[in-house]
């Protein structure tokens, strides 16, 4: 990164090229993050997207249980989408699904023993392996980085909300 910055202050030298000393060490953070976590999944027969709704049913309690909806809430995606990773985990065996009997346009899904059982292996293998891969910053440092990173959460909401003015000369 700090290479790709020295090339762009030597060739656009008006260019304020400093955000991506944040964002870009981030984008290549992530890809490696991802990478290790993937290879982790991949050994569970899961992929992120499976852990992701595995994980909400399981951090909601007994009895695991969530509607579609829910779980389309907290994983940040459509209800295409859940629907979509509910029909693999069915198929698995991992999750029930269940129309609720006052709303039948309301869907539960549901932990099934074995999806408990799966859940419970994962997360604490994903667990270990992220504190794996934190292991060069210690506890002060993994909270400051933390609160910046949350911050920095915050300052992208903002963006999302308030978008640029298009630039003149901009179509």
């Known amino acids: 990164m700090d290479l790709i910055l020295e090339q762009w202050a030597r060739e656009l030298p008006a260019l304020d090229a400093s955000p991506m000393e944040v964002l870009g060490r981030l984008h290549r953070s992530f890809l490696r993050y991802q990478g290790l976590v993937s290879e982790l999944f991949d050994r569970h027969g899961l992929n992120m997207a499976a852990f992701d709704v595995l994980a909400a049913l399981r951090r909601s309690g007994a009895p695991y249980r969530r509607t579609a909806g ?4 907290i994983a940040l995606v459509t209800t295409g989408g859940i629907t979509l ?5 069915e198929s698995a065996g ?3 699904r269940e129309r609720d009997s006052d709303d039948r346009r309301v869907v539960f899904a549901q932990l099934t023993d074995k999806g408990l059982d799966v859940v419970n292996t994962v997360a604490k293998a994903h667990f270990a392996n992220e504190d794996r891969m934190l ?5 002060a440092e993994r909270r400051q980085l933390g609160l910046l990173l949350s911050k920095l959460e915050r300052s992208l909401e ?6 640029p003015a298009a630039a003149a000369g901009e179509a």
């Open 135 to 139: 292991a060069g910053l210690n506890e």
């Open 158 to 163: 903002h963006a999302e909300q308030n978008p």
């Open 70 to 73: 829910e779980l389309a809430q």
């Open 94 to 96: 991992l999750v029930t």
């Open 85 to 89: 990773r509910l029909d693999r985990l």
